[in-house]
């Protein structure tokens, strides 16, 4: 059964940082692409980053771009977000999904409060 879940999200001021993770198991990791992507209250699910199987190719979302880096460690089944100079506007739920896939967390949020 394939599974992932978020962790690492909390309450940071704005200029904080958090590091989120993405547990995989049932399913062998190093054969997929990965996402990132957020929902704040009242708005679309948006991407935000994404990395291939063997993390040669990285993607993210002009709105993240110099703060936020992703990266994976196939081997222990891992995929991170760290997200730097965090600002109000980041504050949403974030899931990480197999790319093109049905399979998604369940979400961790993220709040950028003062």
């Known amino acids: 059964q394939y599974q992932l879940v978020e962790s690492g999200g909390g309450l940071v001021q704005p200029g904080g940082s958090l590091r989120l993770s993405c547990a995989a198991s049932?399913?062998?990791?190093?054969?997929?692409?990965i996402g990132w992507f957020r929902q704040a209250p009242g708005k679309e699910r948006e991407g935000v980053s994404c990395?291939?199987?063997?993390?040669?190719?990285?993607k993210y979302a002009d709105s993240v771009k110099g703060r936020f880096t992703i990266s994976r460690d196939n081997a222990k089944k891992m995929v991170y977000l760290q997200m730097n100079s965090l600002k109000s506007e980041d504050t949403a739920v974030y899931y990480c999904?197999?790319?093109?896939?049905?399979?998604w967390g369940q979400g961790t949020q993220v709040t950028v409060s003062s």
């Open positions: 049932g399913f062998t990791l190093d054969y997929y692409a």
């Open positions: 990395i291939s199987s063997n993390g040669g190719s990285i």
């Open positions: 999904t197999l790319v093109g896939s049905k399979y």
